[in-house]
């Protein structure tokens, strides 16, 4: 065996570096904490982005670094927003309080269901948790003495953020609100995916068999990122619920979960900021072709998704990987 | 009781109509088709259009309703499907959500969103007396003709050498073709066939499922279980699936109206879980 | 006296009509090397794959160490040291050596499931992989891609991993499948370089790299132990010539 000497660092750093925050993620956060200044007339809509991108960097978990396809993910996002609304109602209107209740919820169903979608082809798992998010929406219907039914709850109004912040009625409050969740959550999942934890998840995705031989305990894993997701997706739904005031069966319909897939369809999959950057694409998206189709604009949603997908996922969406794979094959 | 056990046995039929399509493109193809629905609405739509607003006959409109959706199938197999053979099923899924998306709209926008209805023939608009049980005539209409139907493709796919040849191809589309049996044409024949059949059941069944913009997605559930249940390989196992699935779906509303989705759902997912190989009968996943 | 490293137990297998595994009963002492080998669908990988656990066996029983592990599930049999490579390149495509590489010494630590820190910041178990990637000649690719390597230097990341694992047992199958007759030089080089103490069994055709490694071989047809014994003996064995004559007239 040779001697061991010291390994060359600079050989190694474009690993030893990569959790390092790059300049862009930097100028992405700046951005996204100034875009209320810049339009303030589209609170909502931003307010909407944040939502949607925190609910979609739970799919991403599961999705592109667990390799569990979901097609039910708005069982969580509903339970969350459902939760908090009446934790709202009846408890306490304390926002913070409600976050944490909401998302813990979510978890506890993720959890309870996790151990459905560890096994299985990619087939079973869409059925199985397109079937979950059905059973729960048939049970929000049901219970409508709770959840209110088709009409959906509201009266309902948060108390100051802190005790300072008080919800106003420009938004701006309510998306400092959302975008600070999404921050928090957003570094917890980043550090996730850079930890030996994280890399368990994507040699799982990649090769169970192998993953198993190297001592992984594959469904443990697994059933941890599923309710890690599922909190996530909680945290969202409570978002929404508790900055619009209002929440109904459709956080638990069909097409938030194939939208927040889409979502990661035209972002990106497996590097966390494809959620933000296709939230930002569809809300963008959906507010112009709603405005200018209003009930059709799930027409052109099918068609882009359409269209996506024949031209091909990769080669859209990062063409710079593609690149940057090729470059860097050359010897 | 009987009643509603015939009722349920009728609505079982739609579904195995309507799905047996599905299960022959997802046996055949190894394609997940979410959108099969959306052939069946587009059958039902040209049934109802026809029958109310050009006073077309309700049967004359069935085999119309059936070569309709087929003509679409035949359509949209060699120009969109095909290229999605190889794909994953999630990028399968994707597409055909996106289809179903388009579907739903498109006939929200042309028809508006509410329910359509069918005119039926006089013939069938009765209750006829059979050993003491009352029957609508509509539903024992129903009920052969599915009939009917499902012993022809048991015939065809067990008796003529279309059916030997599709069967080959199902079981190894690669050794199928280097058979010599021409895979393209038998997709699109088995895909165009499948979509007739569906769009038949649409308008076959208009009056019992309820036919407005949602059916692709109110029902997707319902033919996907039936596939996932009954299995792809055979003709009877769809139908026992369907079958067994209309009439617990009928029952639950009747009996047990706050539990009867849930039953369904959770036979559903435990079939799942105790063959998370899933919806491929045979061994061996592609 | 230590126990043996691996011993299996009147192990069977049946699938349905076929008996894949037929009465093995294999010991492989501390620091053994030794050699399984046999005609095609003899029975070799199944046989892995019940030792590993990826099988369950329809009877019999297998020990590490000393202890009985026939109930253990693969993952935890791995985490006590008993590895193996596969026939067919079995990694992570999206990775790159060094992030599998850390990743396997990070799981061998029991750090696997610690999702705080990030992997590339512990810097003793990414020097650790950079050392071992060295050995096995991967330096240079070791930032690539693995589903971007040539065959070759997957199959040597292949092994690495096993031996990554620091293993107490390595069931090497067929690593010289698919390499070139010339170039198993390497291969040879990582097998002679494998700790002392490790019990190493080595599942292989290529006959060449079998006789200059093993000490024990042990020949397996049709799922059933032929003979076992000193690599000479087996190697003047007239029935083990059979076996292989009695291929090569069918060839």
């Known amino acids: 065996m040779t001697p061991a000497s010291a390994p060359d660092r600079d050989a190694l750093a474009p690993f030893a570096r990569s959790a390092r925050a790059q300049p862009y993620e930097v100028a992405i956060w700046i951005l996204a904490a100034l875009a209320i200044v810049l339009f303030p007339g589209h609170a909502a809509l931003w307010n909407e982005i944040a939502i949607l991108t925190l609910f979609a960097v739970s799919l991403d978990l599961i999705l592109g670094y667990g390799g569990i396809v979901s097609l039910g993910q708005a069982a969580f996002f509903g339970t969350g927003s459902y939760v908090a609304a009446l934790f709202a109602k009846h408890a306490m209107n304390d926002p913070l309080a409600g976050l944490a209740v909401g998302a813990a919820a979510a978890a506890l169903v993720g959890l309870a269901t996790s151990i459905l979608v560890l096994r299985g082809t990619d087939l079973t798992r869409l059925m199985v948790t397109l079937g979950i998010a059905s059973i729960l929406y048939e049970l929000a219907n049901r219970f409508d003495q709770i959840t209110g039914g088709a009409d959906g709850l509201h009266g309902f109004a948060m108390r100051p953020l802190f005790g300072r912040f008080a919800f106003d009625l420009d938004g701006k409050v309510a998306y400092y609100y959302s975008l600070s969740v999404l921050f928090v959550l957003f570094l917890v999942a980043r550090a996730v995916v850079h930890s030996p934890f994280g890399y368990s998840l994507m040699a799982i995705r990649d090769n169970r068999m192998r993953a198993t031989a190297i001592g992984i305990d594959s469904n443990r894993r697994l059933a941890a990122i599923y309710t890690l997701a599922a909190a996530m997706a909680g945290a969202a739904g409570a978002l929404l619920a508790q900055t619009t005031g209002f929440t109904s069966l459709d956080s638990l319909d069909f097409h938030r979960s194939a939208d927040v897939l889409l979502v990661l369809v035209i972002g990106g999959t497996g590097y966390l900021y494809g959620g933000l950057i296709g939230a930002v694409v569809f809300v963008v998206m959906k507010d112009v072709l709603s405005a200018a189709t209003p009930q059709y604009w799930q027409f052109w949603l099918g068609l882009i998704l359409v269209v996506i997908v024949l031209v091909g996922r990769e080669r859209i969406v990062r063409p710079w990987h593609a690149l940057a794979d090729r470059l860097r094959r050359r010897p | 009781m009987l009643t509603i056990l015939f009722d349920g046995v009728a609505y079982g039929m739609l579904l195995f109509l309507i799905a047996s399509g599905l299960a022959v493109t997802m046996g055949l193809m190894n394609f997940v088709n979410l959108a099969h629905g959306a052939f069946a609405m587009a059958g039902g739509y040209l049934a109802a259009i026809l029958s109310n607003r050009m006073g077309v006959p309700f049967l004359v409109t069935l085999p119309l309703a059936f070569l309709f959706a087929a003509a679409l199938g035949a359509v949209l197999e060699p120009t969109l499907y095909r290229r999605l053979y190889r794909r994953s099923h999630l990028d399968q899924v994707l597409f055909s959500i996106g289809i179903v998306f388009m579907a739903v709209a498109a006939v929200d926008y042309l028809f508006g969103a509410t329910q359509q209805f069918v005119q039926l023939p006089p013939l069938l608009q009765g209750r006829i007396e059979i050993a003491g049980v009352g029957i609508g005539a509509y539903r024992l209409f129903i009920v052969l003709v599915c009939g009917v139907i499902a012993v022809g493709l048991q015939w065809i796919l067990a008796k003529t050498r279309f059916g030997s040849r599709l069967r080959a191809a199902v079981d190894d589309s690669r050794v199928a073709s280097g058979l010599g049996i021409n895979v393209n044409v038998m997709f699109l024949a088995t895909f165009a066939f499948g979509s007739g059949l569906a769009g038949l059941g649409g308008a076959l069944g208009a009056e019992l499922l309820g036919l407005d913009p949602t059916f692709p997605l109110k029902f997707m559930f319902y033919f996907l279980i039936v596939v996932a249940v009954g299995g792809t390989t055979t003709i009877t196992g769809p139908l026992v699936a369907s079958l067994l699935l209309g009439v617990a779906d009928v029952a639950g509303k009747y009996y047990a109206p706050k539990l009867g989705a849930f039953i369904i759902y959770s036979v559903m997912i435990a079939v799942l879980m105790a063959r998370p190989q899933g919806l491929f009968a045979r061994g061996g996943e592609r | ?251």
Do not use: W
């Open chain 3, 1 to 251: 006296m230590n126990p043996p490293a691996l011993v299996t137990r009147s192990l069977y297998k049946r699938f349905g009509g076929i008996t894949a595994t037929q009465d093995v009963t294999l010991t492989l002492p501390q620091g053994a090397r030794h050699a399984l080998i046999g005609p095609n669908g003899a029975g070799k990988t199944t046989l892995v794959n019940l030792i590993t656990g990826m099988l369950p066996p329809s009877s019999g029983a297998i020990e590490l160490d000393g202890h009985d592990i026939t109930r253990l599930p693969a993952h935890r049999r791995a985490q006590r040291g008993l590895v193996r490579t596969f026939q067919i390149n079995q990694l992570f495509g999206q990775f790159t050596p060094l992030q599998t590489i850390a990743l396997v010494v990070a799981e061998r630590e029991g750090m696997g499931a610690r999702a705080v820190r990030a992997l590339c910041r512990s810097t003793s178990l990414v020097d650790e992989a950079a050392v071992l990637l060295r050995e096995f000649h991967l330096t240079d690719v070791m930032h690539s891609k693995v589903v971007h390597l040539p065959y070759g230097k997957q199959r040597l990341l292949e092994i690495a991993i096993a031996v990554a694992g620091q293993p107490r047992v390595l069931l090497l199958d067929e690593p010289g499948a698919g390499v070139p007759a010339g170039e198993s030089a390497e291969i040879l080089d990582t097998l002679a370089a494998l700790p002392a103490d490790v019990a190493v069994l080595l599942i292989e055709h290529d006959m060449d790299l079998v006789f200059r490694f093993a000490q024990r071989i042990a020949v397996l047809v049709n799922g059933a132990l032929l003979v076992e014994g000193a690599a000479a003996d087996i190697a003047r064995d007239p029935r083990v010539k059979a076996v292989y004559l009695g291929e090569a007239s069918h060839a």
